[in-house]
């Protein structure tokens, strides 16, 4: 079976897992989760982070062939970790997530969509070394079909999101040789399933499905993503 490590998105944490790990347990995978550097337990500097630091955080997390999954900003590290450790990784699976393309930052791929429903709820820091979305809006944006429980759980968690890996772009291309998955979430209220969609067209169709929840299908339907999961380790 397959060897799952789990990247939460921006202003998450490992917690964003808790509810997939056990059911992918449940199918016969391995499944962890991580903080990202700066993000949950992890207390490394915000002023210190970078792109380049969130993947080697997660290559050094790497036991065996992985299958590497992204939430949302959790795109772009790992498809840099895919270009610094390709032999150590199976496959990219990305979920509602940002794929880089050549020259362009994350923050580039979010402004090449014709509505932009995140900008209204980003929150810069006066330092202008993090920003953080307004609690108020986050429900609307990545919770409206989720449990009320999950969704306090998460309030309680979101953290300052570092702004500078955000502002990088991938060297050589954004060019990576393990296969690559893509899940479209179509009711996802934070990043347009129209962008979805153009990303995922750089794949195989044949390496495309979707969802039909919000941006967090992690809490709106955890054994649903763990299926979907499950279907794209088996070649389904």
């Given at each position: 079976m397959a060897n799952f490590l789990l990247i939460h998105g921006a202003c998450h944490g490992a917690w964003a897992w808790r509810d997939v790990i056990p059911a992918?347990?449940?199918?016969?995978?391995t499944a962890r989760a991580m903080d990202l550097p700066s993000h949950g337990d992890d207390e490394t500097p915000a002023d210190q982070v970078t792109l380049d630091l969130y993947a080697q955080a997660i290559v050094g997390k790497l036991d065996g062939p992985t299958i590497l999954v992204g939430h949302s900003m959790g795109g772009y590290p790992i498809t840099r970790a895919a270009q610094i450790a390709p032999d150590q990784i199976a496959r990219l699976v990305y979920v509602c997530a940002y794929t880089p393309w050549k020259d362009l930052t994350l923050a580039d791929m979010r402004r090449l969509a014709d509505r932009q429903p995140l900008v209204p709820a980003i929150r810069k820091a006066p330092d202008g070394i993090t920003m953080t979305f307004d609690k108020d809006m986050t429900r609307a944006l990545f919770y409206h079909d989720c449990p009320a429980e999950t969704v306090t759980f998460a309030l309680q968690n979101l953290c300052p999101?570092?702004?500078?890996?955000?502002?990088?772009a991938l060297p050589n291309d954004a060019q990576v040789t393990p296969p690559r998955n893509y899940i479209v979430c179509r009711d996802d209220r934070a990043i347009p399933p129209e962008l979805q969609d153009m990303m995922a067209a750089k794949l195989p169709a044949k390496n495309v499905c979707e969802m039909p929840t919000s941006h967090s299908p992690f809490f709106a339907?955890?054994?649903?993503?763990?299926?979907?999961?499950?279907?794209?380790?088996?070649?389904?």
């Open positions: 992918l347990e449940a199918l016969g995978h999101q570092p702004i500078e890996p955000m502002e990088t339907d955890p054994k649903g993503l763990a299926r979907t999961l499950d279907s794209i380790a088996r070649g389904a």
